[in-house]
């Protein structure tokens, strides 16, 4: 069973970076911090999750929404539009 545990480090000026920790059956998968102005990869564990799969992003920042929960506003880099990504189908770049 997939889990990802994320945990929120807040500032005065809203949250200032994320741990992300993805284990798989026990075993860690990978585990990094997310602030604001990285680059990362897209790259969802659901291998038929293909919206915006091995695009690469800048992040902007966080939002917090009822029904969608933790995402990252980002900006792809291949045609520099806006988007949302779900915290969990974000990976560093190898």
């Known amino acids: 069973m997939f889990f990802c545990e994320i945990k929120i480090l807040k500032s005065a000026n809203g949250i200032e970076k994320i741990k992300v920790k993805k284990t798989h059956n026990g075993n860690q998968l990978s585990k990094f911090t997310i602030r ?6 897209v790259k969802p564990h659901n291998k038929l ?19 969608f929960g933790l995402r990252a506003r980002v900006k792809f880099l291949d045609n520099n539009r806006y988007g949302f990504v779900n915290i969990e189908d974000l990976e560093e770049l190898v």
């Open 49 to 67: 999750k293909l919206k915006h799969r091995d695009r690469r992003v800048q992040v902007l920042n966080f939002t917090e929404h009822d029904r």
């Open 36 to 41: 604001i102005g990285d680059e990362l990869v």
